[in-house]
């Protein structure tokens, strides 16, 4: 399973930039997806994970953030709308299990790059 995460950049506090997870050899549809940033010297935090049982969203992005499976461009994507400095990080996708109110992730092999979101003020 390998998943790459691309589309991010530099962006401004308050506006938006639109993240896309693909897939290398497998098709996405038939597994769930979670987005994840961690920013240097912290923790990996879960910020969104989607399914087909519900997609959660963390605290910190609910109303800001979308996530979504793009099926033409057979990509799962993360809107990120109002973007605030915090957003800050290095964005990674990753296969999860999850119901909506929680998220598990299960994927055993190794993460890719990951695209950095910057967001200044």
């Known amino acids: 399973v390998q998943l790459q995460a691309s589309g991010g950049g530099l962006v401004q506090s308050g506006g938006s930039l639109r993240l896309s997870c693909a897939a290398s050899?497998?098709?996405?549809?038939?597994?769930?997806i979670g987005w994840f940033r961690q920013v240097p010297g912290k923790e990996r935090e879960g910020v969104s994970c989607?399914?087909?049982?519900?997609?959660y969203y963390a605290d910190s992005v609910k109303g800001r953030f979308t996530n979504s499976r793009d099926n033409a461009k057979k990509t799962v994507d993360l809107q990120m709308n109002s973007l605030k400095p915090e957003d800050t990080a290095v964005y990674y996708c990753?296969?999860?299990?999850?119901?909506?109110?929680?998220?598990?992730?299960?994927?055993?092999?190794?993460w890719g790059q990951g695209t950095l979101v910057t967001v200044s003020s």
């Open positions: 990753a296969t999860v299990r999850t119901d909506g109110t929680s998220c598990d992730v299960i994927q055993r092999t190794p």
């Open positions: 050899g497998f098709s996405l549809a038939y597994y769930a």
């Open positions: 989607i399914s087909e049982r519900g997609t």
